[in-house]
């Protein structure tokens, strides 16, 4: 009977304890209410000779944008730092079995840690709470939106590949206060990113790499950098801006088969020369200026841009040949007409000054007979001059006819042989020069 009372009496104690346990009982152990100043504003070491050990952990949960105008970077990042401070310890046995409290961030001293390549303050509001443990560890978890500068390769854009570091370090503190060590390596970081990934945008996360440079003679701070490697999903670019350029390209070597006669082949040549250009201004407002290599992309836009405004000048050239040897066909047309005329009007001429002399050399004295011979000889020159007339009227329609079909005749005359000849050595030039161009700019984008 006596045993079952104590042993009632002691289940009833620990009831008791765990009823009565609260985390402002911590607290009041810890002297945080009364103390507030005095932790949070030294490093929480009890000889200022040790360094505060901070461990770092990064977690990236989306890639929000990538901005290469203007060379930003934009990553959703999960931090996770840790450090230890020596004035904190309680035995969880005291408290039913309380190993960690949470507190205000405000309360305890934070380590320094900044980013160096980022550029705008972080809109979204830090984690209010912090959370300690019995052995003295603290640990701080935020969530970041970071605005931070990345030196973008865009000289394969858009199969290109870009690597943006995040290096955190301490503002002040050197490496004798504080060393700063990564929790986890860069295979952790790339698995765990990977299963918490919400969004990548236009890009395929590829992995997160883990540097920790200690400090040295150069720096006398640790320094943790961690490499985001990110690929671009080229598929929009290939089908919105690569294929209408190589489409334009292809409309051009097609024009070949157009008659150089009438304008039409040069006005089209024209119109795919300036649909080309469009698409140069829309390339120059995605590329950042501050590229040192000309990019592929551009060299492509270029090179096309060359080989269509090369054979816009073959097209010139070929139709200012033509033209000549149109103008000198006609040209010596319009002298043999005027040769043919001008042999007509002579010999009407003889014609009418015989039947003039022949009439002017008669007297009014004639006998009758003597004039009716006169009037049928009259009579017989008309009728002959009459057929010549007509038999010259076939001649000269005959000649305008053959002019005309020398003229319609496409190597008829010397410059236009030529111009063909020239149209056709072009063409094969043309082709052979596209075909090499674009194999090589397609072997140096997929070069590694």
Excluded at 125 to 137: F, Q, V
Excluded at 141 to 150: E, F
Excluded at 162 to 184: G, M, V, W, Y
Excluded at 406 to 423: F, H, I, M, P
Aim: one cysteine or more.
């Amino acid at each position: 009977m006596l045993v079952y009372l104590l042993f009632l009496l002691l289940i009833s104690d620990e009831f008791q304890c765990e009823q009565n346990c609260s985390y402002q009982d911590v607290l009041n152990h810890l002297n945080l209410s009364s103390n507030n100043d005095l932790y949070s504003m030294t490093r929480p070491v009890r000889n200022y000779k040790n360094p505060t050990q901070v461990s770092l952990e990064v977690l990236l949960y989306a890639i929000l944008d990538v901005v290469e105008k203007d060379q930003k970077f934009i990553p959703y990042v999960w931090t996770v730092t840790r450090w230890k401070n020596e004035y904190i310890s309680w035995d969880p046995n005291q408290f039913c079995g309380i190993d960690n409290v949470s507190l205000p961030t405000d309360i305890l001293w934070k380590p320094d840690l900044t980013i160096e390549e980022m550029t705008e303050k972080d809109k979204a509001p830090p984690s209010p709470y912090l959370t300690i443990n019995n052995e003295g560890y603290v640990e701080v978890q935020n969530d970041q939106v970071l605005v931070s500068t990345c030196r973008m390769h865009i000289y394969k854009f858009p199969f290109d590949i870009q690597r943006c570091n995040l290096t955190f370090k301490s503002i002040i503190h050197t490496a004798k206060e504080i060393r700063l060590q990564p929790s986890d390596n860069s295979s952790e970081a790339t698995e765990w990113s990977r299963e918490l990934m919400r969004t990548q945008y236009e890009w395929l996360f590829i992995n997160m790499t883990v540097t920790a440079n200690n400090a040295s003679v150069l720096t006398d701070q640790d320094i943790v950098i961690y490499t985001i490697t990110m690929k671009r999903r080229s598929l929009l670019y290939i089908v919105n801006f690569l294929l209408p350029v190589l489409f334009f390209l292809c409309l051009d070597l097609a024009s070949f088969i157009i008659s150089d006669y009438g304008g039409e082949k040069l006005s089209f040549k024209v119109t795919v020369l300036l649909a080309v250009t469009v698409l140069q201004l829309i390339l120059n407002d995605i590329l950042p200026s501050s590229s040192n290599r000309v990019p592929l992309i551009a060299a492509y836009c270029i090179g096309v841009f060359a080989l269509m405004m090369l054979s816009l000048l073959e097209t010139i050239v070929v139709m200012y040949l033509r033209e000549k040897d149109s103008q000198e066909t006609i040209r010596d047309g319009c002298m043999m007409q005027e040769s043919v005329k001008s042999n007509k009007d002579t010999h009407d001429w003889t014609q009418g000054g015989f039947i003039y002399n022949m009439s002017s050399s008669e007297t009014g004295e004639s006998l009758p007979s003597a004039k009716e011979d006169r009037s049928s000889k009259v009579l017989g020159d008309c009728y002959t001059l009459e057929r010549l007339s007509d038999e010259l009227k076939a001649m000269e329609k005959t000649l305008t006819l053959l002019f005309k079909s020398k003229k319609e005749e496409e190597t008829s005359g010397y410059w236009n042989r030529v111009a063909l000849r020239v149209d056709k050595v072009f063409f094969l030039f043309y082709l052979i020069v596209v075909f090499v161009f674009l194999i090589l700019i397609f072997i140096e984008w997929q070069n590694d």
